[in-house]
């Protein structure tokens, strides 16, 4: 069995569970899109909003991108942000950093990654050069990077 044949019985298991356990539950969701939140966070498969916060398919609205970045030419966070707040009437819009990002690492590099990826840190690369009196004194590199990853998030 494939690593995506698996993936797709998986999710098969899971939707019978949660029928098993409430046969309305995807009827009363496919009708309800109520969440509080909108959560901005990163594309790491380590850091998935609905798991590390507890909450339930329907509760939190999710963009995520290369080190949950809110960059104002970026239409496709924009859309959902309009979306999210004009239209969900979310209450809260959270934008949430974890400790080691690796598309923060990345950006602390000068290494090559290409056009596409360049691009996108080139937006982190800007915010260290905001903060880079603060953070060219920082001589521990884990320290300097998990503290561009907090000012990454406050810098929105
Ligand atoms: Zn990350």
Redesign the pocket.
Known sequence: MTSYEKLLLENKAWASEKIKDDPQYFDRLSHLQKPEFLWIG???SR?PANEITGTQPGEICVHRN???MVVHTDVNLLSVLDYAVNHLKVQHVIVC??Y?????KAALTNHDYKQVLNMWLRNIKDVYRLHADELNVISDEEKRTNRL?ELNVTEK
């Open positions: 990163c594309s790491d850091v290369i080190a949950n950093g974890h080691g990002c690796g598309g923060i990853v």
